[in-house]
């Protein structure tokens, strides 16, 4: 169940003053690449960091690194069990994800990081990371329509939300390609709070970071990487300029081509599934904005190959499925409509049947072949191999089934 609201993590941690200090991050897209850029370059810059982000991809510890890797099984389980007690005998009644939330808090405590990196799990006001209260500086990711029943149903109104994470005397950086309207809505809060602030953006990277600039082209990113990398390099460069006021900032780009972030833009091969040795792109998109950065990716990298892509779809219920589709499907695409299993620690998080999205599916003009599979995932898998005959094949729509794809194939490699 999802409850917003700072009261019970407040009470979970009151007895634990926080011993690090963070780089807080909240936005609709974007935020879990920032945040991987950010940790893998103050490692690089020799800062002991953690991160924290959400959801989890395929075990629910994998969500908190320390120094790059992922917790330890062992030491997930004993602190969350400890925070867990906490909440039974305070009565407090915490969230899921508010255990979650404290239990990496409490980890970066106990592993004596510096910086923990640390990604809003929804809206920002009222997330539960929002307990915060030693912040190097903030961050706001591209916005859009998200969450609009719990967080508004204006984008102004979510923006706002977003906002909630900044904060006296702490600076910001904003991803300067937001619309108009978010531009507005977070320029009056930067405002009332008198904060310093950088709007930033690959079209301006020549003057606010031109070492960057030029490292766009060596690195090939993509335009939405690009915005990403911009935001982690500007807040890089604030939390750098209190931590270590001696380090070179840009001396560290480089290491920007050793970070992957699993299941974004994923070059995977599924040949220990089915029978297929061509690599699969496997892509979370799951709202209208991440559907239309990955629909252009698709557009300029696997089209021109010739022949249509195939699809294999699933989303969660609830979520804007013309929206998505029309950004990613072209007439003549064949598509495999699919469902995620259960989300561990998340059991009101529901996939939407795939008949149903078959059938959503089947609307647009000039579709290729559709067939709907619910339950096993992999006769989806197989159905769409055979039909892309070696052509293009994206693995899309959630971040729930990047996660099953991942766990299938680590299952049979284990």
Not at 20 to 43: C, E, F, M, P
Not at 124 to 152: C, E, P, W, Y
Not at 315 to 332: E, T, W
Not at 387 to 395: E, H, P, Q
Request: one cysteine or more.
């Amino acid at each position: 169940m999802i409850e917003l609201g700072l009261t019970r993590v407040s009470r979970l941690l009151q007895q634990t003053p926080l011993s690090w200090k963070a780089i807080h991050i909240a936005g609709t897209n974007g935020k879990g690449s920032i945040s991987a850029y950010l940790s893998h370059l103050l490692a690089a810059g020799g800062v002991r960091c953690g991160r924290f982000t959400s959801p989890h991809l395929i075990d629910r510890w994998d969500c908190i690194t320390i120094g790059g890797s992922v917790v330890q099984e062992s030491l997930f389980r004993q602190i969350e069990d400890q925070v867990k007690l906490r909440d039974r005998t305070l009565g407090i009644g915490a969230s899921e994800f508010e255990v979650l939330t404290a239990t990496a808090f409490e980890i970066f405590n106990h592993e004596r990081i510096e910086v923990g990196v640390v990604e809003v799990g929804m809206g920002g006001r009222l997330d539960a990371t929002n307990i915060l209260n030693n912040v190097l500086v903030s961050v706001i990711a591209k916005i859009g329509m998200d969450h609009q029943a719990f967080l508004g149903s204006t984008i102004q109104e979510i923006a706002g939300e977003k906002a909630g994470i900044l904060k006296p005397g702490v600076p910001c950086v904003v991803d300067g390609t937001n619309t108009p309207a978010v531009i507005e809505t977070l320029t009056s809060r930067i405002q009332e709070l008198g904060i310093a602030a950088s709007f930033v953006s690959p079209e301006n990277a020549d003057d606010q970071l031109p070492p960057l600039s030029r490292a766009f082209h060596t690195l090939d990113l993509e335009p939405h990487q690009q915005e990403n990398l911009c935001c982690a390099v500007s807040a890089l460069r604030l939390a750098l300029s209190k931590l270590r006021p001696e380090k070179d900032v840009f001396s560290l780009l480089p290491h920007i081509a050793d970070v992957t972030w699993p299941g974004r833009l994923h070059n995977i091969n599924i040949q220990p599934l089915v029978d297929r040795a061509e690599p699969v792109l496997l892509d979370g998109a799951h709202n209208v904005q991440s559907a239309e950065v990955l629909g252009r990716y698709v557009d300029h990298r696997l089209r021109p190959r010739g022949g249509p892509v195939t699809w294999v779809l699933a989303a969660s219920s609830g979520k804007d499925l013309a929206g998505v589709f029309a950004s990613i499907i072209r007439p003549g695409d064949n598509v495999a409509t699919a469902e995620f299993g259960p989300v561990d620690g998340m059991p009101w998080v529901k996939p939407t049947n795939a008949a149903e999205l078959a059938s959503s599916v089947r609307s647009i003009q000039g579709i290729g072949q559709v067939e709907s599979f619910e339950g096993d995932l992999i006769p989806a898998i197989n159905w769409a191999s055979q039909t892309a005959r070696g052509k293009s094949l994206v693995i899309a729509g959630s971040l729930y089934l990047v996660s099953d794809v991942l766990r299938l194939l680590r299952n049979v490699q284990q």
